[in-house]
């Protein structure tokens, strides 16, 4: 069931559960400006952001932006063999730290890079071996490193699983689990039949998701003790899925990639209420 409401000045819809299902209502909020586009020649995978640089990410390499003029100040190329799938990343400190998988070999089999942010440098592995999907986003928040294992209806997927079975894991300072959390319906049938290739923890306190392809991020709410997430809302963009990064330099900006040239995308993000 579908009605009208306002929120922030803005008119959107708000989609209900049919009767009797157990999902919350959500809203589904204007199309997000675009603040700033920057062409790259590596971003096919995702992209982060330090405020003053963009670090746009692909399969096996990383180029750094100066934000203020496009120019690439550094590139770290990485031999395919070694890195065949850099997903999302992020910094941390004096680090850049990405999720990383052997996509689309299975088993699937995941780690997290760890770059220097200033030369890209690569620094360290921690090799996470078997887990219940492949990495896709590694992202730290509230003392805690929070991953996506992602899984897929049929490329890079394992027997036995398929989009449903995407999940949501927090892990403490020595990568050892501690809670995990499943995706809603709602937000599983956008993803299908692929699965979630970014996520960003938001000022607010509130998970920011996207898909692979579907021009959407979605807010979710994350219960403390593991669980279902909530859909709050869905955020229509410019760009098709993959890994996403706020601007923590402007805390309204959130950063994703078109793949189509290659470009880095900041659009405002009008935080729903």
């Known amino acids: 069931m579908y009605k009208a409401m306002m929120l922030g000045g803005l008119w959107l819809s708000v989609v209900s559960a049919a009767a009797g299902a157990p999902a919350e209502p959500f809203a589904t909020l204007a199309t997000a400006p675009v603040v700033q586009r920057l062409a790259t020649q590596e971003a096919t995978q995702g992209v982060a952001s330090d405020g003053a640089y963009l670090y746009a990410v692909g399969n096996s390499e990383i180029g750094k932006y100066r934000r203020s003029d496009g120019q690439r100040v550094a590139h770290w190329q990485g031999e395919a063999q070694r890195f065949p799938h850099l997903n999302s990343c992020t910094i941390v400190e004096a680090e850049l730290v990405c999720a990383a998988s052997n996509y689309p070999a299975v088993p699937q089999l995941s780690r997290v890079e760890v770059f220097d942010r ?41 027997p036995g699983r398929d989009h449903r079975q995407t999940l949501l894991v927090r892990f403490d300072n020595a990568f050892q689990p501690e809670a995990r959390w499943s995706f809603p319906p709602a937000v599983l049938e956008r993803f299908a039949p692929r699965s979630c290739s970014g996520a960003s923890w938001g000022a607010d306190g509130r998970l920011y998701v996207s898909g692979h392809d579907r021009p959407e991020i979605y807010v979710m709410t994350v219960p403390e003790s593991g669980g279902e997430m909530v859909l709050q809302a869905i955020v229509p963009v410019t760009t098709g899925g993959q890994a996403i990064d706020w601007d923590p330099q402007a805390p309204e900006l959130l950063w994703s990639i078109a793949r189509t040239g290659r470009a880095v995308v900041a659009h405002r993000i009008a935080m729903p209420q």
Do not use: I
Request: cysteine-free.
């Open 118 to 158: 200033d030369s890209l440098e690569h620094k360290r592995t921690v090799d996470l071996g078997a887990q219940p999907g492949s990495l896709t986003v590694m992202d730290r928040h509230d003392g805690k490193w929070w991953a996506v294992f992602a899984n897929y209806d049929s490329k890079g997927g394992a």
